[in-house]
């Protein structure tokens, strides 16, 4: 299940997937960055926390139509912030960040740890406008 754990104002969106991620949580996802934009921005700084995400109860195709979203509008994301607890996730970063450089610019994605919530959350305010 995905949802807002913070509303902001701004282009910010601050997201939490508890237990798994689904299709439903994908069109979720697409629709509040859609009314993001709808509101004027032309970027969305975004965080996702996934300390709570359970691997098991989630969607595989869902991940799918996920990844392929976020590959057709990868302009309209500036900072992408991923709160976790996994090396796994961790290691995956720099392997985004690498396949995006060329097409993407200002977009930069970082991981932090649970603990580091609040550095996340500064990031990603810290975003383009």
């Known amino acids: 299940m995905i949802e ?5 104002d701004t282009n910010v969106l601050a997201l ?10 994908e069109q979720l996802f697409e629709k509040l960055v859609k009314d993001k934009l709808n ?11 996934l300390d709570e ?11 799918f139509e996920d990844a392929i979203w976020w590959l057709r509008n990868y302009n309209h994301v500036g900072h992408l912030a991923v709160v976790a607890h996994s090396n796994i996730v961790k290691a995956l970063i720099p392997i985004d960040n690498l396949f995006f450089q060329r097409a993407s610019k200002g977009r930069i994605e970082r991981y932090f740890d ?3 919530l609040d550095e996340a959350l500064e990031f990603v305010k810290a975003g383009k406008k």
Do not use: P, T
């Open 16 to 25: 939490e997937v508890k237990d798994g991620f689904k299709k439903v949580d």
């Open 4 to 8: 807002q754990f913070k509303v902001y």
């Open 114 to 116: 649970i603990s580091q």
């Open 53 to 63: 995400m359970e691997i098991s109860k989630s969607s595989i195709k869902a991940f």
């Open 39 to 49: 509101q004027g921005y032309e970027i969305v700084n975004v965080l996702v926390k």
